[in-house]
């Protein structure tokens, strides 16, 4: 089969052509073929190494100075690069800005890294102009740490991903852990895409307790992960994923119907209920329809609107303002209400908080817990808390886990409590029975 590899190759280099006209380098082309041969041919004794190079934002330089320029500076690098390369290494051109290199020998690429990243950090000179620029370097090893070529790409991606966060030097060489890092990231995407495909998400709610009347009368909606190979996966691990694979909003919508059907459920007893909220994502908002969308799904359960509330974060306001802004207006004639989610983790910009149509803001955990430690933090907390009571709004506290942050919560004025003192957040029967159960026994103390 190495013989009809060997032909099939020799076909495919004839066909297209195999360097880069621009730098006289390998293209993209022969550079992937190259690599899957290589991969191939790799052995116990053979190992390989690859290495990317990725110029960022080399457009600018292009627009600033001109194509001829750019291509000079292109160049330049290319021959900058090639003085790293020893005998039956591979240099090819892997995109407009992107070199990638593949080598037999591992130590020589992590020091060939290092001997680059130090020449690129200085300006270049063509045709007496100087230039900075932005770059970062990935490298990855094959069979040590990527076991395929998909692995060798992704955690080549990743390599790069990851040199651009460090400002100083833009250099990773993915390693084991970041593999399997990467590995398990798949997985959740394939669970996530599995559940959103067969709708079979869990979402949770827990019940939220109302200082006033001393009842169960709302509830927030969390998702979670029905049973899997990866055994528990928090939703402050898979919800990021799911973001930045695409696969929030129809989770959302998702999550959304069943709250549908578990408020369904709660009208059938004679009980006030006052409603559940579901978490929305930024990325929702960068979807169309969301109003529509939303309203459709709570019509089709014959749900009276106000029943529905959705949490929104500060965080999200600061990027999309104008979209979130014109959706929360157009849902509040509706009579969906809105909580500000996680108050005192971000931005906390107070005057977001004033400007939007919140009913109520959520002080995050972390507060209520650094209220409990730091004199000077109950301050703030017990300040903010009257401030948001003054101006209209109601207060939520989260994280209620002791008597303590209940009697100190009370104290700032707070309307709502939430927490694993009076509940976690429970499968839905479960949930049902606690709010059924805790309304009756209000009943019974009332008659008494
Ligand atoms: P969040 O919106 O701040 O939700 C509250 C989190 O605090 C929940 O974690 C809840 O279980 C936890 N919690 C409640 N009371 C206590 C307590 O007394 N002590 C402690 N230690 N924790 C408490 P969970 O369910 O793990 O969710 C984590 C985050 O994941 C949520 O934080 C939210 O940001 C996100 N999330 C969960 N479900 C959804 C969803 O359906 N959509 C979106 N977009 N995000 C979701
Ligand atoms: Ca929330
Ligand atoms: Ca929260």
């Excluded at 500076?73 to 005998?87: C, D, F, K, P, Y």
């Excluded at 898979?238 to 998702?254: C, H, K």
């Excluded at 994502?281 to 019509?299: P, R």
């Amino acid at each position: 089969s190495k013989q009809v590899e060997k032909e099939t190759l020799a076909k495919e280099e004839k066909k297209y052509a195999q360097f880069d006209s621009l730098t006289g380098i390998y293209n993209r082309r022969m550079g992937e073929l190259m690599m899957r041969n290589a991969l191939a041919l790799c052995s116990s004794k053979q190992k390989y190494a690859l290495m990317m190079i990725d110029l960022d934002d080399f457009k600018q330089i292009n627009d600033q100075y001109g194509h001829l320029q750019g291509d000079r500076v292109l160049r330049e690098i290319a021959s900058v690069i090639m003085t790293h390369m020893g005998n039956g290494d591979i240099f090819c051109r892997y995109g407009g800005d992107e070199f990638a290199i593949i080598c037999r020998d591992e130590q020589r690429v992590r020091e060939a890294m290092q001997d680059i990243h130090r020449r690129m950090k200085n300006p270049w000179v063509v045709s007496g102009m100087n230039f900075m620029l932005k770059y970062v370097v990935g490298g990855i090893g094959y069979p040590m740490v990527a076991n395929s070529e998909e692995e060798v790409i992704k955690g080549l991606e990743y390599a790069v991903m990851t040199a651009k966060k460090k400002e100083q030097e833009p250099v990773c060489f993915c390693t084991n852990e970041m593999m399997n890092y990467i590995k398990r990231k798949y997985q959740i995407v394939e669970i996530l895409k599995e559940c959103v495909e067969k709708n079979s998400f869990e979402v949770y709610f827990q019940p939220i307790f109302d200082i006033h009347t001393a009842t169960y009368r709302k509830a927030e909606a969390l998702l979670r992960l029905p049973d899997n190979p990866l055994g528990f996966v928090s939703p402050e691990e898979f919800i990021p994923i799911a973001e930045e694979n695409g696969l929030i909003a129809p989770i959302t919508y998702q999550v959304l119907e069943k709250t549908c059907i578990f408020i369904k459920e709660l009208m059938k007893e004679t009980i006030d209920f006052v409603g559940v909220s579901v978490n929305f994502s930024v990325i929702q908002f960068m979807q169309e329809n969301v109003e529509q969308k939303v309203l459709h799904i709570i019509g089709q359960y014959h749900i009276p609107y106000d029943l529905i509330k959705i949490e929104i974060t500060e965080s999200m306001l600061a990027t999309n303002y104008d979209a979130i802004m014109q959706f929360m207006s157009n849902m509040t004639k509706h009579g969906i209400q809105f909580l500000l989610d996680d108050f005192g983790t971000g931005y906390s910009n107070i005057s977001y908080v004033l400007k939007v149509p919140f009913h109520t803001v959520k002080i995050d955990k972390s507060l209520v817990w650094q209220a409990m430690k730091d004199k000077k933090a109950a301050i703030l907390v017990r300040k903010m808390a009257e401030a948001f009571k003054e101006v209209g709004l109601h207060v939520l506290a989260e994280g209620i886990e002791t008597q303590e942050h209940i009697d100190f919560m009370k104290s700032c004025g707070c309307d709502y409590l939430q927490g694993y003192y009076y509940s976690r957040p429970l499968p839905k029967q479960k949930a049902l029975d606690t709010i059924i159960h805790n309304e009756v026994a209000n009943k019974i103390k009332k008659l008494q």
